[in-house]
């Protein structure tokens, strides 16, 4: 195969690499000048809405679409015009797309028939790959009597079996119900680093992709918003899409009213007069004295006691009362009515012995400290 | 219990009431003909013609007389059986997965022939294919004086040409039905483009070539306006030899003892392909059939 | 166009109510209207002006008074045989709508009476069925107070007497419409060798003009003429000589364009060049195609004629009546043999032709050219050594 002549400049720990991909259909743009490096080995996942581009973006580095402009390398070679069968990519498919008029055996063995391996081969690496989702034994098994997670592991093996470079997995968790998809989350995480594949998994499940990923990249029409390790995204959302869309936020708007761009901190003033200190989370940012910014505080970040509050320095603190109480098993979650809005906050339940000391309607005060505050500038 | 079972028998009495106009319907125009058939095949000829009770096997002691008109139908429905699959899969093929937009409108075009009558259609053809049609544009092209109607070529054209659609609608319905996920499954494992027919659209679409093949080789073993119009009367098939039997000669025993013999050789024919069908392809529809 | 339309269009053709050309153009079949139109010479539909004939009207006939005609008559006959402004008149005259059902042969109408429930009022049969059909009683004797404007003594008592059943008895159960011959035609432009005899059409058939020419699908005139090639009688059912005709139709059949009885478009396009013919046919192509030529056999062959007959248990028998009684009428005779050109047996309908058709040796050939043609015999039709001859023949 002849390698482009900038290859050796590539970094070729990159298995996949997509260098500003865009991808039209007609007059929709599906993926917006993307550029993205997918390490060797990890467990990368395209997180976003439905119609954001993850899929398609998934279905260009499978070869199903061509881009309409841009780069894709795979093991540091371009794949431009290279035909799906001609990629060493695997795919795992939403709806497992099994051959019905095949046995599971046979429908695993289906890539090895396709670069003529022996028919011993290809038995016993099909009795492997079974062995390895655990459905040793279903070898004679049509596919339709399996339930549904057993035909997840079908597809499974039937795409790693032929050791793929790359496995690429679209929502295959989709169809499944919760407790057997947090099961399955656990097996894939746990094959992944069994196999030490790189695997790009496509998923709209934000809890799937924290549970799972090395890396995540969050998506939106098309555009790719941030990317980073689940921690980093939770901890520094860019904006309040990610803010959002990554677990749950209590966002208060407001303008800058002080900036220390080298110490990444900003004060941001709300329409009340309350003036809240945090960290701009987004270190490429150059912001400027009354632009508009949010601040977002997670749920757990809000702490909520009796009484009136007492500004303290460090904290912001605000009264409000109790609207709603939710109890959620390990958690209970407040709807917290405040002079700056509706506010949202988790307390979980340390032991049995726990009391709840703060009822529906009571007057309360909420606090938080300053380094609670994310200022998203975008 | 009493009552339910008061219930039981008014349903039966429903389904029976229900079922009852079709079934005199098949009683009246299928299995009482089936039987007069029989019964005049094993008679003689009155001598201005019709039936005269008898009993003998003479009828079919005549039949090998007219192995050529059994032969030439045969082949000629396999022939265009054939023919027609290797032309319907790839417009059915198109239709389903590629044509897109223009989807309803193409399939609307290959129903418009069926909008004129069968006879017009394939009298059309007798102008197209006489000498003032194609062979003299053929001529005018430079190739020579070339005979077309009434030859086999012509009746075979004929056959395809009418009994194309029936052909593209079963294949276009199991085309359409195919999961096109599998086909990018497929690909996605390595095999190309024909890897890919063979393996999984060829036999995922295998219960529409057999009813496909089943509609058009039956009617085409008892054709006889084709090879009437466009084979002149020398293209001459079992169909051509009944209605001459039963309409010229009025040798009812001897045509009804041919009937006979042509509906064994076509239940014995869908018989064989069924079988050899439903072996071949493990699809689960065959079955049904 | 619209389905519906197309059927009726399609139905009037069928029925002999429309020509060919004439419903190709109408329903717009595309390139086989476009390479008629090109490349035919017009067919015969049109009916030429007749000296002292012209349309018949009221005051030529006139329905019986005071009976009802009814709404419908069924008239099965054959194909491009009657003038359709002939019906049309008639219907204008009566109210009676005419459906006209053209069959391809004597043996057909016979099977279909045979299987009975036909619902057929009229029949045009020829002259060798009314043995057949007056012992099967599938006829009913003409009732002549019904028919005012029949007068038989004008018309040939040979040919008159076809239609007496049982033969001899005066009991008629038809009149004749027409007669004629069956011989070949032959297009000049394409024949060059002399063609006069059926030892020429079956001889030339397999050597100079193979593949070009057209035998009836009919194993009465086919078989007929074949005897005749080897000099037997038209109407031998000798097991021998039989045999001998099958052997010559089955060495001929390879070398044929095709075996129909429809044989006026293969001659119009040219696909073929000679065909066995009848006289009307004959006369039709003559008349558009000045050369295509029609010969008599000079060593045989078959003389006929076809008649107006009422079908037993007929459910119209008035209207039966009242168009027999028109088309007795020597007016509409002649005027109805502007389109079909087949001669006339009535002396008086002859006399109101114009003197072009009169003098058309087609029409009214020499009568030393009829000397050795024969009437086919009742027995021809329920023959079975025949019957099976030909099925034989086909299927080979």
Same mark, same amino acid.
């Given at each position: 195969m002849p390698s482009p002549p900038d290859s050796t400049s590539r970094d070729v720990s990159a298995d996949v690499e997509l260098i500003d991909v865009t991808k039209r259909f007609g007059s929709v743009t599906a993926v917006d000048h993307v550029a993205l490096q997918i390490e060797r080995g990890s467990f990368y996942s395209l997180l976003g809405p439905s119609g954001c581009g993850k899929t398609t973006t998934l279905r260009m580095i499978a070869g199903f679409e061509q881009p309409t402009s841009g780069e894709i390398l795979i093991a540091g070679v371009p794949v431009a015009g290279v035909p799906p069968y001609r990629r060493n990519v695997n795919t795992v498919f939403q709806h497992y797309a099994l051959f019905p008029h095949m046995d599971v055996a046979r429908n695993v063995g289906y890539g090895l028939r396709q670069v003529g391996v022996t028919r011993d081969e290809e038995q016993r690496r099909v009795g492997e790959a079974l062995d390895l989702v655990r459905l040793s034994g279903y070898d004679r098994r049509r596919t339709w009597e399996l339930s549904g997670g057993q035909q997840q592991r079908v597809a499974l093996a039937r795409a790693l079996v032929n050791r793929p470079t790359v496995l690429l997995l679209d929502e295959p968790l989709g169809a499944l119900d919760l407790k057997l998809r947090k099961e399955m989350q656990l097996e894939l995480k746990g094959l992944q680093q069994e196999l030490g594949i790189t695997f790009v998994y496509v998923t709209h499940d934000q809890d799937e992709a924290l549970t799972m990923s090395d890396v995540i990249v969050v998506m939106r029409d098309g555009r790719v918003q941030q990317q980073g390790s689940p921690e980093a995204l939770y901890e520094r959302p860019v904006n309040r899409f990610v803010a959002g869309f990554i677990g749950q936020s209590n966002t208060i708007a407001g303008r800058l009213s002080g900036l220390d761009l080298d110490g990444g901190m900003a004060s941001v003033e709300t329409p009340t007069g309350l003036v809240l200190n945090g960290r701009i989370t987004d270190h490429g940012a150059r912001p400027s004295i009354g632009d508009e910014a949010i601040v977002a505080i997670r749920p757990e970040r809000l702490e909520i006691a009796p009484g009136t509050p007492s500004p303290t320095a460090g904290w912001t603190s605000v009264a409000g009362r109790i609207h709603q109480e939710t109890y959620l098993g390990d958690q209970t979650e407040y709807r917290l009515a405040t002079d700056l809005g509706q506010l949202v906050a988790r307390r979980a339940h340390h032991g049995h012995a726990e009391t709840t000391t703060v009822r529906s309607g009571e007057s309360i005060s909420v606090r938080w400290p300053d380094d609670a505050n994310l200022v998203l500038v975008a | 219990m009493v009552r339910s079972g008061a219930r039981r028998w008014r349903s039966r009495i429903a389904t029976a009431l229900l079922l009852l106009p079709a079934a005199t319907w098949y009683a009246l125009l299928l299995l009482v003909p089936l039987v007069i058939l029989v019964v005049f095949s094993f008679g003689g000829r009155a001598p201005e013609g019709g039936y005269l009770p008898d009993f003998t096997f003479a009828n079919y002691l005549e039949l090998p007389t007219r192995a050529t008109a059994f032969v030439n139908a045969l082949w000629m429905a396999l022939g265009g059986t054939v023919l027609c699959l290797l032309v319907g899969f790839p417009l059915a093929y198109y239709l389903a997965t590629r044509a897109g937009s223009q989807r309803t409108l193409l399939l609307v075009l290959v129903v418009v022939p069926f909008w004129t009558s069968f006879l017009i259609r394939t009298y059309a053809w007798l102008t197209i294919l006489g000498n003032n049609g194609i062979p003299s544009l053929l001529e005018d092209l430079g190739f020579g004086h070339i005979v077309l109607l009434n030859t086999p070529f012509a009746v075979l054209l004929g056959i395809v040409y009418n009994y194309l659609p029936l052909m593209v609608f079963p294949l276009y319905v199991s085309l359409e039905r195919l999961d096109k996920r599998l086909l990018e499954a497929s690909k996605d494992l390595g095999a190309g483009r024909w890897a890919t027919f063979r393996q999984v659209t060829l036999p995922l679409s295998s219960a529409g070539v057999l009813s496909g093949v089943i509609l058009v080789f039956i009617p085409i073993m008892g054709e006889y306006i084709i090879p009437a119009l466009l084979g002149g009367g020398k293209v001459f098939f079992i169909g051509n030899a009944l209605v001459d039997l039963f309409l010229q000669s009025r040798n009812w025993p001897f045509g009804s003892a041919a009937a006979i013999v042509l509906i064994l050789v076509i239940l014995t024919a869908v018989t064989i392909y069924l079988r050899v069908g439903s072996r071949g392809s493990g699809s689960r529809e065959v079955s049904l059939l | 166009m619209e389905p519906v339309h197309f059927q009726k269009l399609y139905d009037d053709f069928r029925l002999g109510r429309i020509d060919r050309r004439t419903f190709l153009k109408a329903s717009g079949l595309g390139l086989a209207a476009a390479v008629i139109a090109a490349c035919t010479p017009g067919s015969s539909a049109k009916p030429t002006e007749a000296a002292g004939g012209g349309e018949p009207t009221a005051a030529d006939w006139s329905p019986p008074s005071g009976v009802d005609l009814g709404k419908t008559l069924y008239i099965t006959t054959w194909p491009n045989y009657h003038n359709p402004r002939t019906i049309e008149i008639f219907?204008?005259? $009566? @109210?009676?709508? *005419?459906?006209?059902?053209?069959?391809?042969?004597? %043996?057909?109408?016979?099977? #279909?009476? &045979?299987?009975?429930? $036909? @619902?057929?009022? *009229?029949?045009?049969?020829?002259?060798?069925?009314? %043995?057949?059909?007056?012992? #099967?009683? &599938?006829?009913?004797?003409?009732?002549?107070?019904?028919?005012?404007?029949?007068?038989?003594?004008?018309?040939?008592?040979?040919?008159?007497?076809?239609?007496?059943?049982?033969?001899?008895?005066?009991?008629?159960?038809?009149?004749?419409?027409?007669?004629?011959?069956?011989?070949?035609?032959?297009?000049?432009?394409?024949?060059?060798?002399?063609?006069?005899?059926?030892?020429?059409?079956?001889?030339?058939?397999?050597?100079?003009?193979?593949?070009?020419?057209?035998?009836?699908?009919?194993?009465?005139?086919?078989?007929?003429?074949?005897?005749?090639?080897?000099g037997y009688s038209f109407n031998s059912v000798d097991e021998a000589e039989l045999a001998k005709a099958e052997e010559l139709l089955l060495a001929v059949k390879p070398h044929l364009f095709a075996i129909t009885s429809d044989y006026q478009p293969p001659m119009r396009a040219e696909d073929a060049w000679v065909a066995m013919t009848w006289t009307n046919d004959g006369a039709q192509l003559h008349a558009d195609i000045p050369d295509i030529e029609y010969v008599i056999g000079s060593d045989g062959g078959e003389i006929w004629s076809d008649f107006y007959a009422v079908v037993a248990g007929t459910a119209h028998r008035e209207a039966a009546y009242a168009f027999l009684d028109f088309m007795a009428v020597p007016k509409v005779q002649a005027f109805d043999a502007t389109f079909h050109k087949a001669p006339l047996v009535d002396s008086a309908g002859i006399a109101l032709q114009s003197e072009e058709v009169r003098s058309n040796k087609i029409t009214y050939p020499d009568a030393s050219s009829l000397t050795k043609l024969e009437f086919g015999t009742a027995e021809l039709l329920t023959n079975q050594a025949r019957a099976d001859l030909w099925a034989r023949f086909k299927s080979a």
């Amino acid at each position: 195969m002849p390698s482009p002549p900038d290859s050796t400049s590539r970094d070729v720990s990159a298995d996949v690499e997509l260098i500003d991909v865009t991808k039209r259909f007609g007059s929709v743009t599906a993926v917006d000048h993307v550029a993205l490096q997918i390490e060797r080995g990890s467990f990368y996942s395209l997180l976003g809405p439905s119609g954001c581009g993850k899929t398609t973006t998934l279905r260009m580095i499978a070869g199903f679409e061509q881009p309409t402009s841009g780069e894709i390398l795979i093991a540091g070679v371009p794949v431009a015009g290279v035909p799906p069968y001609r990629r060493n990519v695997n795919t795992v498919f939403q709806h497992y797309a099994l051959f019905p008029h095949m046995d599971v055996a046979r429908n695993v063995g289906y890539g090895l028939r396709q670069v003529g391996v022996t028919r011993d081969e290809e038995q016993r690496r099909v009795g492997e790959a079974l062995d390895l989702v655990r459905l040793s034994g279903y070898d004679r098994r049509r596919t339709w009597e399996l339930s549904g997670g057993q035909q997840q592991r079908v597809a499974l093996a039937r795409a790693l079996v032929n050791r793929p470079t790359v496995l690429l997995l679209d929502e295959p968790l989709g169809a499944l119900d919760l407790k057997l998809r947090k099961e399955m989350q656990l097996e894939l995480k746990g094959l992944q680093q069994e196999l030490g594949i790189t695997f790009v998994y496509v998923t709209h499940d934000q809890d799937e992709a924290l549970t799972m990923s090395d890396v995540i990249v969050v998506m939106r029409d098309g555009r790719v918003q941030q990317q980073g390790s689940p921690e980093a995204l939770y901890e520094r959302p860019v904006n309040r899409f990610v803010a959002g869309f990554i677990g749950q936020s209590n966002t208060i708007a407001g303008r800058l009213s002080g900036l220390d761009l080298d110490g990444g901190m900003a004060s941001v003033e709300t329409p009340t007069g309350l003036v809240l200190n945090g960290r701009i989370t987004d270190h490429g940012a150059r912001p400027s004295i009354g632009d508009e910014a949010i601040v977002a505080i997670r749920p757990e970040r809000l702490e909520i006691a009796p009484g009136t509050p007492s500004p303290t320095a460090g904290w912001t603190s605000v009264a409000g009362r109790i609207h709603q109480e939710t109890y959620l098993g390990d958690q209970t979650e407040y709807r917290l009515a405040t002079d700056l809005g509706q506010l949202v906050a988790r307390r979980a339940h340390h032991g049995h012995a726990e009391t709840t000391t703060v009822r529906s309607g009571e007057s309360i005060s909420v606090r938080w400290p300053d380094d609670a505050n994310l200022v998203l500038v975008a | 219990m009493v009552r339910s079972g008061a219930r039981r028998w008014r349903s039966r009495i429903a389904t029976a009431l229900l079922l009852l106009p079709a079934a005199t319907w098949y009683a009246l125009l299928l299995l009482v003909p089936l039987v007069i058939l029989v019964v005049f095949s094993f008679g003689g000829r009155a001598p201005e013609g019709g039936y005269l009770p008898d009993f003998t096997f003479a009828n079919y002691l005549e039949l090998p007389t007219r192995a050529t008109a059994f032969v030439n139908a045969l082949w000629m429905a396999l022939g265009g059986t054939v023919l027609c699959l290797l032309v319907g899969f790839p417009l059915a093929y198109y239709l389903a997965t590629r044509a897109g937009s223009q989807r309803t409108l193409l399939l609307v075009l290959v129903v418009v022939p069926f909008w004129t009558s069968f006879l017009i259609r394939t009298y059309a053809w007798l102008t197209i294919l006489g000498n003032n049609g194609i062979p003299s544009l053929l001529e005018d092209l430079g190739f020579g004086h070339i005979v077309l109607l009434n030859t086999p070529f012509a009746v075979l054209l004929g056959i395809v040409y009418n009994y194309l659609p029936l052909m593209v609608f079963p294949l276009y319905v199991s085309l359409e039905r195919l999961d096109k996920r599998l086909l990018e499954a497929s690909k996605d494992l390595g095999a190309g483009r024909w890897a890919t027919f063979r393996q999984v659209t060829l036999p995922l679409s295998s219960a529409g070539v057999l009813s496909g093949v089943i509609l058009v080789f039956i009617p085409i073993m008892g054709e006889y306006i084709i090879p009437a119009l466009l084979g002149g009367g020398k293209v001459f098939f079992i169909g051509n030899a009944l209605v001459d039997l039963f309409l010229q000669s009025r040798n009812w025993p001897f045509g009804s003892a041919a009937a006979i013999v042509l509906i064994l050789v076509i239940l014995t024919a869908v018989t064989i392909y069924l079988r050899v069908g439903s072996r071949g392809s493990g699809s689960r529809e065959v079955s049904l059939l | 166009m619209e389905p519906v339309h197309f059927q009726k269009l399609y139905d009037d053709f069928r029925l002999g109510r429309i020509d060919r050309r004439t419903f190709l153009k109408a329903s717009g079949l595309g390139l086989a209207a476009a390479v008629i139109a090109a490349c035919t010479p017009g067919s015969s539909a049109k009916p030429t002006e007749a000296a002292g004939g012209g349309e018949p009207t009221a005051a030529d006939w006139s329905p019986p008074s005071g009976v009802d005609l009814g709404k419908t008559l069924y008239i099965t006959t054959w194909p491009n045989y009657h003038n359709p402004r002939t019906i049309e008149i008639f219907t204008e005259l $009566t @109210g009676v709508a *005419v459906e006209l059902n053209p069959l391809g042969s004597n %043996e057909e109408m016979l099977a #279909k009476l &045979l299987i009975g429930g $036909t @619902g057929w009022d *009229v029949l045009v049969p020829t002259n060798y069925t009314f %043995e057949t059909y007056g012992s #099967k009683g &599938l006829l009913e004797p003409l009732n002549m107070s019904m028919l005012p404007h029949l007068d038989t003594s004008r018309y040939d008592q040979k040919l008159l007497a076809n239609a007496e059943y049982p033969a001899g008895s005066k009991t008629l159960f038809g009149f004749n419409k027409d007669w004629g011959t069956t011989g070949f035609t032959y297009n000049k432009k394409h024949v060059t060798k002399p063609m006069a005899t059926w030892k020429d059409f079956f001889d030339l058939a397999q050597t100079d003009y193979s593949g070009k020419v057209v035998i009836h699908d009919y194993q009465l005139t086919s078989i007929g003429n074949a005897l005749v090639y080897h000099g037997y009688s038209f109407n031998s059912v000798d097991e021998a000589e039989l045999a001998k005709a099958e052997e010559l139709l089955l060495a001929v059949k390879p070398h044929l364009f095709a075996i129909t009885s429809d044989y006026q478009p293969p001659m119009r396009a040219e696909d073929a060049w000679v065909a066995m013919t009848w006289t009307n046919d004959g006369a039709q192509l003559h008349a558009d195609i000045p050369d295509i030529e029609y010969v008599i056999g000079s060593d045989g062959g078959e003389i006929w004629s076809d008649f107006y007959a009422v079908v037993a248990g007929t459910a119209h028998r008035e209207a039966a009546y009242a168009f027999l009684d028109f088309m007795a009428v020597p007016k509409v005779q002649a005027f109805d043999a502007t389109f079909h050109k087949a001669p006339l047996v009535d002396s008086a309908g002859i006399a109101l032709q114009s003197e072009e058709v009169r003098s058309n040796k087609i029409t009214y050939p020499d009568a030393s050219s009829l000397t050795k043609l024969e009437f086919g015999t009742a027995e021809l039709l329920t023959n079975q050594a025949r019957a099976d001859l030909w099925a034989r023949f086909k299927s080979a």
